[in-house]
């Protein structure tokens, strides 16, 4: 009796004794070439530079790959929380702290190659219909600029399949993600260019300073010694 009574003590305090929470809780999505699975392992112009950063700072972390509206959604709530590759927006500069630049990108309207739309500026752009993913950066970008038609889909993959059946017009995209489309050789074209924008990771406030220090220490280190050149030549 009194073993058995020593093992459920045990058991107890198995349960009772809190794992070492990481320094850092990263969240991404599937967006290539910023971030997507290659096997069982997450890579990216985007998920490497981090990846490095985390290393370099000597911080550890956790990564989750999810839909954007929970990646985001998770740092705009969770203090020690960071979404990474995140636009640098004038609307989300005030929810976040930054750790930038992973890289400087366009933001483009992009259409069905062979299409019969016929827009080469954001004005002519306003008769369309474009489409994004809810809660990504250019939702909100479509939404400053008074685009009249947004469709904003659960993800970059149901939108891509409206713009190929014909449902929407256009897609908001960022360069990297249209390069990425060509190479993958989907049937699109740029259409407009949108804006210019910087892509960073975002920390949710409550995250530890000195963290966030280390970790834009880092980046700059990788910027100085040309890590971060390197690794954004190997995704183009």
Not at 122 to 149: C, H, N, R, W
């Amino acid at each position: 009796m009194k073993f058995a009574a020593g093992l459920i003590a045990l058991a107890a305090a198995a349960v009772l004794t809190p794992v070492h929470a990481a320094d850092i809780n990263l969240t991404t999505e599937e967006y290539k070439p910023f971030n997507y699975m290659e096997g069982d392992k997450i890579v990216g112009f985007g998920a490497e530079q981090v990846f490095e950063i985390m290393n370099r700072a000597g911080l550890t972390y956790e990564v989750e790959m999810a839909q954007w509206s929970r990646a985001i959604g998770l740092a705009e709530k969770e203090a020690d929380y960071c979404v990474f590759t995140a636009s640098h927006t004038e609307a989300r500069d005030p929810l976040f702290v930054w750790v930038e630049p992973l890289n400087v990108d366009r933001t483009l309207l992009i259409k069905k190659a062979g299409s019969d739309v016929n827009a080469t500026t954001i004005d002519e752009a306003m008769a369309y219909s474009v489409g994004t993913q809810s809660q990504d950066y250019t939702e909100a970008l479509l939404k400053d600029k008074g685009f009249p038609k947004i469709d904003a889909a659960k993800d970059m993959e149901t939108t891509l399949k409206k713009l190929a059946a014909g449902r929407i017009d256009m897609v908001a995209v960022s360069e990297a993600f249209f390069n990425s489309l060509k190479k993958d050789g989907v049937a699109v074209e740029e259409a407009v260019v949108l804006s210019e924008t910087v892509l960073s990771m975002a920390c949710n406030p409550g995250t530890n300073a000195d963290n966030v220090k280390k970790m834009q220490d880092a980046l700059k280190s990788m910027i100085d010694d040309g890590t971060q050149a390197k690794i954004l030549t190997k995704y183009q």
